[in-house]
C-alpha cells in the first residue's frame, strides 16, 4: 500500500489548510487512517484519526479546530485544518493500517509527509 499525502503549504494564523491523503495498491480491507504531525526537535503526535467505521479520534492539539473524515469509496482521507496556529508548524505524515487477507495480521504503512508552516 502506497500513501501520497498533498495540500501542505505556507498559510497566515488563522487561516484554513485542507490534507489529502490517497491510498493505493492491494489489500483486503483499509481498517483506518490517520494524521500524525512532528515539529523541529520534537516527537511525533497523533493529530486525528478514522476507522472504517466512521469513528474518529483527535489529539489534544486538534480538538475544536481540525476534522479528519474519509472516502472509502477512493480510499483518501482528509484533514481539515482551520485556525491554524505558528506551533501547528510540522512535517505531517498520513498512515494507513490494513488487512492483505480475512484472517491477516495487520499492518500499517506511512506516507512520505507534507509540510505545513504557520507563519504571518
Known amino acids: 500500500v502506497h500513501l501520497v499525502e498533498s495540500g501542505g503549504g505556507l498559510v497566515q494564523p488563522g487561516g484554513s489548510l485542507r490534507l489529502s491523503c490517497a491510498a493505493s495498491g492491494k489489500f483486503f480491507s483499509m481498517n483506518a487512517m490517520g494524521w500524525y504531525r512532528q515539529a523541529p526537535g520534537k516527537q511525533r503526535e497523533l493529530v486525528a484519526s478514522i476507522t472504517s467505521g466512521g469513528i474518529e479520534h483527535y489529539g489534544d492539539s486538534a480538538k475544536g479546530r481540525f476534522t479528519i473524515s474519509g472516502d472509502k469509496d477512493d480510499n483518501t482521507a482528509y484533514l481539515q485544518m482551520n485556525d491554524l496556529k505558528p506551533e501547528d508548524t510540522a512535517l505531517y505524515y498520513c498512515?494507513?493500517?490494513?488487512?492483505?487477507?480475512?484472517?491477516?495480521?495487520?499492518?500499517?504503512?506511512w506516507g512520505q509527509g507534507t509540510l505545513v508552516t504557520v507563519s504571518s
Open positions: 498512515n494507513a493500517d490494513y488487512i492483505l487477507s480475512p484472517d491477516g495480521d495487520p499492518f500499517r504503512t
